[in-house]
């Protein structure tokens, strides 16, 4: 059977009555599939407007589930989400950019998901939605390892939360793989800071595909947090004990080793990009 509700409320019925796939760009559903058919129930939530939206509401920013990295890409947002708008540019291809959703992002949990290191350091939460009612979940609790989330067979994740307090500063997001486009990162940082004149007030760092899942390095921020940016930070960033917050692989597209060594150079450059930002816009001398 195939379902496409056009509101919320028939899509959270029609999964509490039986076990359904859900499908929204289907750029990752589609590749998975070893059969000639999906082989399953479908619930298609692509016509349901309220997820495609993105609002603010009275401490947060909602970012609706169904909306895709080019529509995430052409909304105006403040400057925290340069990351996030970077990010989106290097998801695929251009296609799959036009249909690719933000919560299918988070729900497939790919250990290289691009979008979960830029949300982990914008401190989102995902809402979850039933007929049971709604719960919201920390983005770093919804996530639990490779492919494996929090998300109940009757529910939809239906936004991604923003606090208006983590929309301040600027932000970078970093990505290494074996071309630009169309491909696997074999790691990737996202970088959000804010300053004080020229002293970082407050920071956040994440890493993505050195791990089961993204990571945010609490430590490295907490050591750079004081620091004048126009001082050297190399030190710092490369003296941070990596192993104990990451654990990268082996696998085709790199080394345990090299992702570690890589970490550290994509820290740094991101770090580097977002100050550049702050001075472009005449924030700091």
């Known amino acids: ?8 409320n028939d899509a959270i019925t029609t999964l509490s009555k039986g076990e359904l796939t859900i499908a929204a760009g289907c750029t990752d559903l589609f590749p998975t599939t070893q059969e000639d058919s999906l082989g399953s129930n479908i ?3 692509s016509a349901i407007k309220s997820l495609k939206s993105i609002t603010i509401e009275k401490e947060f920013r909602r970012i609706g589930s169904g909306v895709t990295w080019t529509d995430l890409e052409n909304e105006e947002l403040p400057n925290c989400y340069d990351m996030l708008k970077e990010c989106s540019l290097q998801v695929g291809s251009r296609q799959i950019q036009n249909l690719g959703t933000i919560g299918g992002n988070l729900c497939n949990a790919s250990p290289a998901a691009d979008g979960v290191p830029c949300l982990l350091s914008l401190d989102a939460s995902v809402e979850l939605i039933s007929t049971n009612g709604k719960r919201i979940l920390k983005l770093d609790d919804f996530i639990k390892g490779s492919r494996n989330t929090e998300l109940k067979k009757n529910e939809i ?36 800071i804010n300053l004080d ?5 407050d920071i956040a760092i994440s890493i993505g595909s050195c791990s089961a899942v993204a990571r945010r ?23 941070f004990d990596y192993k104990n ?18 970490a550290k150079v994509l820290v740094k450059n991101s770090i580097i990009d977002t ?3 702050f001075k472009k816009k005449g924030q700091y001398e």
């Open 197 to 201: 004149g020229d002293v970082i007030s």
């Open 275 to 277: 100050i550049k930002k």
């Open 157 to 192: 994740l239906s936004a991604i939360l923003i606090p208006e307090k983590a929309e301040r500063g600027h932000s970078s997001f970093v990505k290494l793989g074996a071309r630009k486009y169309l491909v696997i990162s074999i790691a990737m940082v996202a970088c959000k």
């Open 43 to 45: 619930l298609d939530i």
């Open 217 to 239: 390095l609490g430590e490295l921020e907490n050591t750079l947090i004081g620091k004048n940016v126009n001082s050297d930070l190399t030190q710092d960033i490369y003296n």
């Open 245 to 262: 917050h990451i654990s990268p692989i082996n696998d085709i597209r790199g080394t345990d080793a090299y992702r570690l060594e890589v």
């Open 1 to 8: 059977m195939y379902y496409r509700p056009e509101n919320i």
